[in-house]
C-alpha cells in the first residue's frame, strides 16, 4: 500500500537499471528521488523511472507552485502546480475555416 508518512524505504541493488526497474514495478508512482554525484546516472533515472519527477540530491517533498505535480499509475487525482492544473482543466478546441466568412450582421 501506498505509504502517507516521514517514511524511506531503502533496498539493495546491483545496479541502477535494477533498481528503476524495482521502483517502476510499484503500483504507485509521485515523485522519486536519487543521491549521486553522477550527471549520468541521474539522466537514466530521470529517462527511465516512472514518476512526474525526479529530484537528485534531495528529498521529493521538495516543490514550488509553479512546478507540476502528479501521480502516476494509481497515485493522485490529477495534477498539482497552479498553471498545469488550470490548463488540466481545459479543453483546447480549434476551427479552421477555409474560405471567406460573410457576416450575417455588421458589427
Known sequence: QEIFGPVVC???YADIAQAIAAA?????AFQAAVFTDSLEIAETVFANIDASAVMVNDHTAFRVDGMPFAGLKRSGLGIG?????IADMQIEKMMV???????????
Do not use: I, Q
Open 81 to 85: 502546480g497552479m498553471p498545469h492544473t
Open 97 to 107: 475555416w477555409n474560405g471567406t466568412v460573410k457576416a450575417d450582421k455588421p458589427h
Open 10 to 12: 531503502v533496498y539493495p
Open 24 to 28: 517502476n514495478s510499484l503500483e504507485f
